[in-house]
Nanobody, 119 residues
Framework: DVQLQASGGGLVQAGGSLRLSCAAS????????IGWFRQAPGKEREGVSC????????YYADSVKGRFTMSSDKSKNTVYLQMNSLKPEDTAVYYC????????????WGQGTQVTVSS
């Protein structure tokens, strides 16, 4: 079974940066995708970004494009989400999942990590 463990959230002022980590295990092939999602209070969970291990390609939602960057460390089976120029509207619980885009496609979630951006 795929297991994901997210970490790295915290409290930061607007304009600051945070790096989230998603440690993965249990993938049965070298090709996999990992998505980052977030859920703000009172809102639905939404896809933020996506990483494909087979192509190295990344995808970002318009709301974070140019500010967030995904990367990976194959030796650690870990995917990162570098978040720069954070805004109060980025405040949410962030999750990593074993699919991209639609939360309904994910069947393995990492535990959420809280990101709070103060104005």
């Amino acid at each position: 079974d795929v297991q994901l463990q997210a970490s790295g959230g915290g409290l930061v002022q607007a304009g600051g940066s945070l790096r989230l980590s998603c440690a993965a295990s249990g993938f049965t092939s070298d090709g996999y995708v990992i998505g980052w999602f977030r859920q703000a209070p009172g809102k639905e969970r939404e896809g933020v970004s996506c990483f494909s291990s087979s192509t190295g390609g990344t995808y970002y939602a318009d709301s974070v494009k140019g500010r967030f960057t995904m990367s990976s460390d194959k030796s650690k089976n870990t995917v990162y989400l570098q978040m720069n120029s954070l805004k109060p509207e980025d405040t949410a619980v962030y999750y990593c999942g074993n699919e991209c885009g639609m939360p309904s496609l994910v069947d393995s979630w990492g535990q959420g990590t809280q990101v709070t951006v103060s104005s």
